[in-house]
């Protein structure tokens, strides 16, 4: 994996104008990209789910406010944290945010510090998220390519079940459970069975562990 | 002698001619008239004589043969003188046949010599009626000695015999009666002695029977001696006055012992001269009557109270029913006069009345509309449709209301419903329908609808217009509350202020950059600019907005403008458990101003007044709003809270921009109140209570002083 040479984005999503311009200065000021937007739905219209950064919202809006774009992108799975900006100090509105995985809820108005380190710590928690993303959906793809067979087998391995007792059970030759172990410890790119573990974890796979 | 030898065959001649001779006696013959009266025969005159004798008289020879009888046989018998004259057995027809044997008897005697007075026997009319008769006989003899016969006299004595009859008939009655009547009745002569009694005073007196006390005095009989000395007494009075005593009431010992309490009265007898001879006394026991009086006075006290109870019942019980019809006939008064507003009003207003049939599956089937109908909507009553006529011209947004109002009906609920309509041009209009089932107790449904209809289009509007004053009113007031307005001038502002902050911050960043970015400066800068006045025309704005928006100043009078917004303060009063009291002076003068602004005003105080009274307990928040007209022709709103009160200093300050008093106040409310009420030419100002808390005062001036050039 290459580092990203490519500075962090920042997506400004405030109906007002001012404020959004004067963010995006700001965050270019110090050497970020930035990008706004006047309302939820012209952010929704031009996003790419697979677009990492994050985002500084205005909570109120008019249309779709800024707790509506959150949930929307909780369930698109963006690896995009927010950041949430509000002129009304709605503390219970700011718990709600902040519980749905908001990374920070700033009243207005504020130091540029005070927004500038929330959008680092966004930025950082994005690339997190990029990296866990990917290598799941790297882990996804490894476990597509296994036969079904080599799935069951799969599935028995990382309960630390032994060749033996898998030959066993499926009521085939330990010859031949060792065969489908190789070759599917070699497709999930896995040295060992607990990396092999971890590999189907992230792929999704319910790992039961014996008692 | 000739006369004695004469036989039977002389005697007919002779009868014969003394005939003829009698037939020439009848009237009208010369022979009648006065003049020759003096020269008449005397044998003629013995002859006509006994002709004319009232009682029958007849002649029998001594064979038994009827020689002659006068005329007076036919008044008595029926049959004529040559009828009897021609009866071979004569008399005996003439007789009854129950008392022949007897007239047989005194015939034979007669024929045999005898003579007799008196008998009474029966004649047998010709008729056949029936008279009591009597007979007297003798024989009759000739100058020489010798038997001519006899003669017999029949009087008719049935009259005689009836009144015999009717005497005995009496007598029996009399006698009836003496005997059994319950009085004692008896009679005594002159000196006292009893002439007869009846069994009842036998018995009193103590003697077998009435017979054996004839001849008695009192003394002879079962009473003391003072007591036949009484007797006596009455006695002598009745001889000595010739006056009856009547109703001597006295105590009598009888023979049985027995004192009975008897009623006397004594009656003088008198003999055919007049002369009293004796005394008939009459006692009747009275002491089972006196038992009875007394039982009879008893029962009719008790009835006579009875009586007057039940006259008093039926008195409450009459009062009670006119009443009750006075009451009927003023509710059927009432009644008419309401029914005959309802028919002015139901021709006079726009309400229309309709009745509906309830079918079978529910739907409501149109009996009849009124005329009003047509004014309301349009259509003619005709044009209503048939089958839920009201549903299908509802409004289609009120459709439902009017579905659910048939269904409640159906259950057998009134309902007052209010929903929209669209008339015939297109129009909308407000119904008010006040709709009544008919429930059918047999069927146990309802089977019809009776409802009224009133246009309450011009109400809806009025309640409209009402409502958007009241909303903006009600805006109004929640800006006035500065927890609101402190959101509203925050959101406001923030946006501007955080503008200028952030390009004021970069602006900064980006000058000690190497090297600096004084493009990017620039334009941070122009926008700083750009906000700074956009945050300075929000403060206009909403200082406009709060005092200088002017509207038409309209006149008011204070005491309705403070009534319109009680609802709200008291709602407030609510929410801080406190309650409010008005005091507001009638007949206070007119003010000319923005009604909203000084609404706003006094809602503002009550509300700080009531927020100034939350530390204290919650029984005794108490707020006062006064108004009352004040010494300039104006008036003086007055609303006092008895709260902790102001130090000197926060007293000094509360009309000062931003003091608050307040954990979440703004410091603005009062100073806007004050500037409206000094936009109004009136003022605002604040006191502290002699005991608790303070009063702040609102005065306007009247809109004569404001007229006043």
């Known amino acids: 994996m290459t580092i990203q040479a490519e500075p962090g984005l920042v997506f400004v999503v405030d109906d007002d104008?001012?404020?959004?311009?004067?963010?995006?200065?700001?965050?270019?000021?110090?050497?970020?990209?930035?990008?706004?937007?006047?309302?939820?739905?012209?952010?929704?219209?031009?996003?790419?789910?697979?677009?990492?950064?994050?985002?500084?919202?205005?909570?109120?809006?008019?249309?779709?406010?800024?707790?509506?774009?959150?949930?929307?992108?909780?369930?698109?799975?963006?690896?995009?944290?927010?950041?949430?900006?509000?002129?009304?100090?709605?503390?219970?509105?700011?718990?709600?945010?902040?519980?749905?995985?908001?990374?920070?809820?700033?009243?207005?108005?504020?130091?540029?510090?005070?927004?500038?380190?929330?959008?680092?710590?966004?930025?950082?928690?994005?690339?997190?998220?990029?990296?866990?993303?990917?290598?799941?959906?790297?882990?996804?793809?490894?476990?597509?390519?296994?036969?079904?067979?080599?799935?069951?087998?799969?599935?028995?391995?990382?309960?630390?079940?032994?060749?033996?007792?898998?030959?066993?059970?499926?009521?085939?030759?330990?010859?031949?459970?060792?065969?489908?172990?190789?070759?599917?410890?070699?497709?999930?790119?896995?040295?060992?069975?607990?990396?092999?573990?971890?590999?189907?974890?992230?792929?999704?796979?319910?790992?039961?562990?014996?008692? | 002698m000739p006369d004695s030898r004469k036989t039977k065959a002389e005697l007919l001649t002779e009868l014969r001619r003394l005939r003829a001779r009698l037939a020439k006696l009848e009237p009208g013959t010369p022979m009648a008239d006065t003049?020759?009266?003096?020269?008449?025969?005397?044998?003629?005159?013995?002859?006509?004589?006994?002709?004319?004798?009232?009682?029958?008289?007849?002649?029998?020879?001594?064979?038994?043969?009827?020689?002659?009888?006068?005329?007076?046989?036919?008044?008595?018998?029926?049959?004529?003188?040559?009828?009897?004259?021609?009866?071979?057995?004569?008399?005996?027809?003439?007789?009854?046949p129950a008392d022949r044997a007897q007239i047989v008897r005194v015939l034979e005697g007669a024929i045999a010599g005898s003579c007799g007075n008196d008998v009474p026997f029966r004649v047998q009319r010709k008729d056949g009626a029936v008279r009591w008769a009597a007979i007297s006989w003798q024989p009759i003899h000739g100058r020489e000695g010798h038997c001519l016969g006899h003669r017999s006299s029949i009087r008719d004595i049935s009259d005689r015999k009836q009144a015999e009859d009717a005497l005995r008939a009496q007598r029996t009655l009399l006698d009836s009666i003496i005997a059994h009547i319950p009085c004692g009745v008896y009679w005594k002569d002159r000196a006292g002695r009893y002439q007869g009694c009846n069994a009842a005073f036998a018995r009193a007196a103590g003697v077998p029977s009435p017979a054996d006390i004839a001849g008695r005095t009192d003394y002879e009989l079962a009473w003391e001696r003072d007591q036949a000395d009484w007797f006596r007494q009455c006695?002598?009075?009745?001889?000595?006055?010739?006056?009856?005593?009547?109703?001597?009431?006295?105590?009598?010992?009888?023979?049985?012992?027995?004192?009975?309490?008897?009623?006397?009265?004594?009656?003088?007898?008198?003999?055919?001269?007049?002369?009293?001879?004796?005394?008939?006394?009459?006692?009747?026991?009275?002491?089972?009557?006196?038992?009875?009086?007394?039982?009879?006075?008893?029962?009719?006290?008790?009835?006579?109270?009875r009586?007057?109870?039940?006259?008093?019942?039926?008195?409450?019980?009459?009062?009670?029913?006119?009443?009750?019809?006075?009451?009927?006939?003023?509710?059927?008064?009432?009644?008419?006069?309401?029914?005959?507003?309802?028919?002015?009003?139901?021709?006079?207003?726009?309400?229309?009345?309709?009745?509906?049939?309830?079918?079978?599956?529910?739907?409501?089937?149109?009996?009849?509309?009124?005329?009003?109908?047509?004014?309301?909507?349009?259509?003619?009553?005709?044009?209503?449709?048939?089958?839920?006529?009201?549903?299908?011209?509802?409004?289609?947004?009120?459709?439902?209301?009017?579905?659910?109002?048939?269904?409640?009906?159906?259950?057998?609920?009134?309902?007052?419903?209010?929903?929209?309509?669209?008339?015939?041009?297109?129009?909308?209009?407000?119904?008010?329908?006040?709709?009544?089932?008919?429930?059918?107790?047999?069927?146990?449904?309802?089977?019809?609808?009776?409802?009224?209809?009133?246009?309450?289009?011009?109400?809806?509007?009025?309640?409209?217009?009402?409502?958007?004053?009241?909303?903006?009113?009600?805006?109004?007031?929640?800006?006035?509350?500065?927890?609101?307005?402190?959101?509203?001038?925050?959101?406001?502002?923030?946006?501007?202020?955080?503008?200028?902050?952030?390009?004021?911050?970069?602006?900064?960043?980006?000058?000690?950059?190497?090297?600096?970015?004084?493009?990017?400066?620039r334009v941070a800068l122009r926008d700083i600019v750009t906000y700074g006045n956009r945050a300075a025309h929000v403060i206009h704005r909403l200082r406009d907005s709060l005092r200088l928006q002017q509207r038409e100043p309209v006149v008011l009078n204070i005491q309705r403008v403070i009534e319109d917004i009680a609802e709200f303060a008291e709602a407030d009063a609510r929410q801080h458990d406190a309650r409010i009291q008005f005091e507001i002076s009638s007949h206070l003068p007119t003010v000319r101003g923005d009604l909203i602004q000084i609404q706003q005003i006094i809602l503002n105080l009550v509300h700080n007044g009531l927020e100034a009274m939350m530390e204290m307990p919650a029984g005794t928040r108490t707020l006062k709003i006064a108004a009352r007209p004040d010494e300039s022709q104006g008036i003086v709103v007055r609303v006092s809270d008895f709260g902790p009160g102001l130090t000197d200093a926060a007293a000094a300050r509360i009309f000062e921009p931003f003091f608050t008093t307040k954990p979440t106040g703004l410091g603005m409310g009062l100073v806007i109140s004050r500037s409206i009420a000094e936009a109004h030419g009136g003022r605002l100002w604040m006191t502290r209570n002699v005991g608790r808390g303070v009063t702040l005062h609102l005065s306007l001036p009247s809109v004569l002083a404001g007229d006043a050039p």
Not at chain 1, 34 to 57: N, P
Not at chain 2, 42 to 60: G, I
Not at chain 2, 272 to 298: F, S
């Open chain 2, 307 to 521: 009586v007057r109870e039940r006259t008093a019942a039926l008195a409450t019980a009459n009062e009670r029913l006119r009443l009750q019809i006075a009451e009927r006939e003023q509710v059927q008064e009432a009644l008419h006069k309401s029914q005959e507003r309802y028919r002015l009003v139901a021709e006079l207003t726009s309400d229309f009345a309709y009745a509906f049939r309830v079918e079978s599956d529910g739907s409501f089937c149109k009996e009849w509309v009124t005329d009003a109908f047509a004014r309301i909507t349009g259509y003619a009553p005709e044009e209503l449709e048939p089958v839920n006529g009201l549903e299908r011209i509802a409004h289609p947004d009120d459709r439902p209301i009017v579905q659910r109002r048939a269904q409640m009906l159906l259950t057998g609920q009134a309902m007052t419903t209010e929903f929209r309509i669209v008339i015939h041009d297109g129009q909308v209009r407000w119904l008010r329908d006040h709709a009544q089932p008919t429930w059918d107790e047999r069927a146990h449904c309802v089977v019809r609808i009776l409802g009224a209809a009133q246009d309450i289009t011009a109400r809806k509007q009025a309640e409209e217009e009402a409502r958007r004053h009241q909303a903006a009113l009600l805006h109004m007031a929640r800006l006035s509350t500065m927890g609101e307005l402190t959101a509203q001038l925050a959101h406001e502002l923030n946006q501007p202020l955080c503008t200028i902050v952030g390009n004021a911050q970069t602006a900064q960043r980006l000058m000690t950059q190497d090297p600096p970015d004084f493009a990017e400066v």
């Open chain 2, 235 to 305: 006695d002598e009075r009745v001889f000595a006055t010739g006056e009856a005593v009547l109703n001597i009431e006295e105590a009598e010992r009888q023979a049985d012992g027995r004192v009975a309490q008897l009623l006397t009265s004594k009656v003088p007898l008198r003999d055919d001269a007049g002369q009293v001879c004796g005394v008939l006394g009459i006692d009747t026991d009275i002491g089972e009557l006196k038992a009875a009086e007394a039982e009879l006075r008893r029962a009719r006290n008790e009835l006579e109270a």
């Open chain 1, 17 to 211: 104008a001012g404020v959004r311009q004067m963010i995006s200065r700001m965050v270019r000021s110090v050497g970020l990209r930035a990008e706004t937007y006047a309302s939820v739905q012209e952010f929704l219209d031009l996003y790419d789910r697979h677009q990492t950064g994050c985002l500084v919202l205005d909570v109120r809006m008019p249309g779709l406010s800024g707790l509506d774009l959150q949930e929307r992108l909780t369930a698109l799975e963006a690896p995009l944290p927010i950041i949430f900006i509000t002129g009304h100090g709605d503390i219970a509105m700011g718990v709600r945010a902040m519980k749905r995985g908001a990374v920070d809820f700033i009243e207005k108005p504020f130091q540029d510090q005070v927004l500038l380190d929330a959008i680092h710590a966004a930025l950082a928690r994005a690339a997190e998220l990029q990296s866990s993303l990917s290598a799941r959906d790297e882990a996804r793809t490894r476990l597509e390519r296994l036969t079904p067979r080599e799935r069951e087998v799969l599935a028995l391995v990382v309960t630390g079940k032994l060749n033996k007792q898998i030959a066993a059970q499926l009521g085939i030759a330990e010859q031949t459970i060792k065969m489908h172990r190789g070759r599917l410890m070699r497709k999930m790119g896995a040295d060992s069975v607990p990396d092999l573990i971890r590999v189907a974890q992230r792929a999704g796979v319910v790992v039961e562990l014996p008692d």
């Open chain 2, 35 to 96: 003049a020759a009266a003096a020269s008449i025969d005397p044998q003629e005159h013995f002859r006509a004589v006994a002709d004319y004798t009232y009682d029958l008289e007849s002649w029998v020879a001594p064979d038994g043969q009827l020689l002659w009888v006068n005329a007076a046989v036919e008044r008595l018998t029926g049959y004529s003188v040559a009828e009897c004259l021609s009866m071979p057995e004569y008399p005996l027809p003439l007789v009854h």
